[in-house]
C-alpha cells in the first residue's frame, strides 16, 4: 500500500467485468447475501465498485441512495489468490476477502471467504464463505443478477454456489 511496487494481476487471471457473488449473511443466520460488483482497471491496479442490498441498508436504518450504499474496493494479488480490501464511503464497514480461482469449470468461479471488521458478538458473524462467479459483460446475466440481488433463503441460491459455501458445515 503506497511506496511499492504495483504488482498488477493480470487480465487473465481475474478479468475486468461484472462479478455475481453469495455470502452468508453476518446480521440473520437464515439468510444469504447475492449480489453484483464490478472490476475495473486503471494504472495498473484493479478496483471493485458494488452497492448494498436496500433491505440490508434498511434493516439498520440507513439511508437507502446510492451514495450510501456505495462500497469500493481494491484487489491485490497474493500468493495462491486474490485479496481485496472493501470499504464503504467514510470507512462506515470495511471488509477483507481472499479468493482462490477454481481451475476447472471454465474458470468462471472463485472461492474463498469475507471478514468484517466489527468487535466480536454472540448473535452475528464476522466470517463467511464466499464465491464469486465471472458474468463478464453480458448485460442480461448483469441486469438479471441486479434485480434479484439482496437477501434470499438457502433454496435461491445459485446450484454451484450453494456447493461452494457448503451450508452448515463449520467455517475455520
Do not use: C
Not at 434493516?59 to 472493501?86: C, K, N, W, Y
Amino acid at each position: 500500500m503506497g511506496g511499492g511496487v504495483v504488482i498488477p494481476i493480470d487480465e487473465a487471471d481475474f478479468p475486468s467485468g461484472f462479478y455475481r457473488f453469495s455470502r452468508a449473511s453476518f446480521t440473520d443466520p437464515d439468510s444469504f447475501i447475492v449480489g453484483l460488483v464490478q472490476i475495473s482497471r486503471r494504472d495498473n491496479f484493479a478496483f471493485l465498485r458494488g452497492f448494498e442490498p436496500k433491505a440490508a441498508m434498511e434493516m439498520h436504518g440507513m439511508s437507502t441512495d446510492a451514495p450510501t450504499r456505495e462500497f469500493r474496493g481494491l484487489v491485490m494479488p497474493q500468493a495462491e489468490g486474490l485479496a481485496i480490501l472493501v470499504s464503504r464511503r467514510d470507512s462506515v464497514t470495511s471488509s477483507f476477502n481472499y479468493l482462490a480461482r477454481i481451475p476447472a469449470l471454465a474458470k468462471i468461479y472463485w472461492v474463498g471467504y469475507t471478514l468484517r471488521t466489527t468487535p466480536e458478538s454472540p448473535t452475528t458473524r464476522r466470517a463467511a464463505r464466499l464465491v464469486y462467479e465471472y458474468l463478464g459483460h453480458d448485460m442480461h446475466q448483469v441486469l438479471a443478477t441486479a434485480r434479484t440481488a439482496g437477501y434470499v433463503t438457502e433454496d435461491k441460491l445459485p446450484t454451484f454456489h450453494r456447493k461452494q459455501l457448503r451450508i452448515g458445515e463449520p467455517f475455520v
